[in-house]
């Protein structure tokens, strides 16, 4: 067994001890809006729920060099709203295109052929192409890192779920219906495999 201390490590190293051990990562894509209307959007793993009263999900966007916020965090900051879309098998390879970099001006949501629609409480529209979006308001940001900040720690609020009827059934969603892929290491995903079942505990 390696026994391998962080601090002495570099950070493109831990990066890769994070990404590859802590899988699989479900995957946010997550639209916002810009101060000059641009619609953005992003995928993001460092991604999951937090509570269900109120419902709440985390998302960690990590900065650019110098401390420089993504695009996706300054917007969430300045309009305190966004929507998350789980990916799935279906639209793996067009959001996958939302992850070039491109100018603040620019959108991902045109370049990857998406179809903007309308939200129900917020201002920021989703995409039709998702099974599930969620429209959030934001609840806090928290800024971490050692010397400087290398990081933005959303927690967002679910203000109204979407979901496509042909995997609801009786409250609950059908995990095969919604084929979400999640992130690995590198270039790598993983779709949804064999499911089985333990009881827990009493």
Known sequence: MLSIEPSENSERDNYKFLIGSVIPRPIAFVTTKAKDGTLNGAPFSYF????????LVSIS???GAKGVRKDTARNISELGEFVVHIVDQENVDQINQTAASLPPNQSEIELA??????????S?????EA????????????????KESTCD???????QF???????????????GLGAVSRLAGN???????????ERPK
């Open 48 to 55: 999951n729920a937090v509570t269900a009263n109120p419902p």
């Open 61 to 63: 966007l990590q900065r």
């Open 113 to 122: 052929n998406l179809t903007e629609i309308e939200s129900t409480k917020i």
């Open 124 to 128: 920021v529209p989703g995409v039709k």
């Open 131 to 146: 099974k599930i979006r969620m429209e959030f308001v934001l609840e806090q940001v928290i800024e971490l890192g050692d």
């Open 153 to 159: 720690l959303v927690i967002g609020r679910v203000v």
């Open 162 to 176: 979407h979901i496509d009827e042909a995997i609801y059934q009786d409250g609950r969603i059908d995990p095969h």
């Open 188 to 198: 790598d995903y993983a779709k949804i495999g064999e499911i089985f079942t333990i």
